[in-house]
């Protein structure tokens, strides 16, 4: 019988530092960039976009990097695993991170590619357009994972943008067998339409094998199982893992698992700002009421109060403490 967990959620991802500013549709089009789509860059490509994009707010993220901040926000106890660089962004990914909270401990490569970065575009309908060099973060392999951290948590979470080189692929699997084998659960986000599109049958497999509870938006589910119908992805999820969160934006999510299908609706909101990080507050949320043993619904009503908090201002990481924010929403049974 294994032991209590002595932390919830150990993420796995890119680390990164994030870079975002305001923009418009025609600076897009003049550089040529996917709207509301993330596009891996070079390092040559990134000093360009940086020298000509406006002012902006520079702040470690990644996306589980933001959903493990998160999940510290809500009170929640968390650990990161990811690769940084021994620079000057290195270090501040690092500051940042355990300054939330979170348990940190990945040694700084001191060789290599310099820390990873995202610059982020936000138009005025709060789309974020990402363009990401993610240097150090691709170099993150098998030995980096620690066993006894991930034995340690109850769930352990996997990034799917992190999903490219093989020994990252590699990683992904060391950490799913070393969680089962510690009668933990293993998560993954989906992370981008994209990104799914590139790694479909991998993906594929790596949810059926190895993943316990998947998060997507309508986009990548879709994408994931080829359809253009969205109850048939939840009937094709549903077979393949044991609990699916699907979001849908202002339609809420689709919470889904074996038996039962639960609809919660989205959070009101005062204004939409930028939507940047909503997906990984959404996941936050969610783990932190599941790893509660909190109903489903319940999970999903936190998950959609602190990705609300999130796209009511620039930046993938809580301007307030969200175990206030959920307790005067649901009250402190939470």
Known sequence: ????????????????????????????????????AMTLIDAERAESLYGVMGAGIEASGGSAANSMAGLASLGGRAGFIGKVRDDQLGGIFAHDIRATGVAFQTSAATSGLPTARCLIFVTDDAQRTMQTFLGASTDLGPSDVDEAMIA?????????????????????????????????????TLSDAFCVDRHRADFKRLV????????????????LYETSNFDEA???????CDVAALTRSEKGAVIVAADKTHTVAAEPIAKLVDTTG???LYAAGFLYGYTRGLPLPVAGRIG??????????????????????VTAKLGAAV
């Open 278 to 280: 909503a997906g990984d």
């Open 1 to 36: 019988m294994s032991s209590q967990p002595t932390l919830d959620v150990v993420g796995i991802g890119n680390a990164i530092v994030d870079v975002i500013a305001k923009t418009d549709e025609a600076f897009l089009k003049t550089h040529g960039l996917a709207k509301a």
């Open 208 to 223: 059926k094998d190895h993943v316990d509870i998947l998060f997507a938006n309508e986009a990548e589910i879709l994408s």
């Open 304 to 325: 959609a109060i602190a990705a609300a908090e999130i796209i009511g201002h620039y930046g993938a990481r809580p301007e307030v403490k969200l175990a206030d924010l």
């Open 234 to 240: 939840v009937a094709r999820v549903r077979a393949d």
């Open 152 to 188: 340690s948590a109850a769930v352990t979470y996997l990034e799917g943008y992190l999903w490219d080189k093989p020994q990252a692929k590699e990683a992904f699997l060391r950490a799913a067998a070393a969680a089962h084998k510690a009668g933990r659960k293993v998560s993954l």
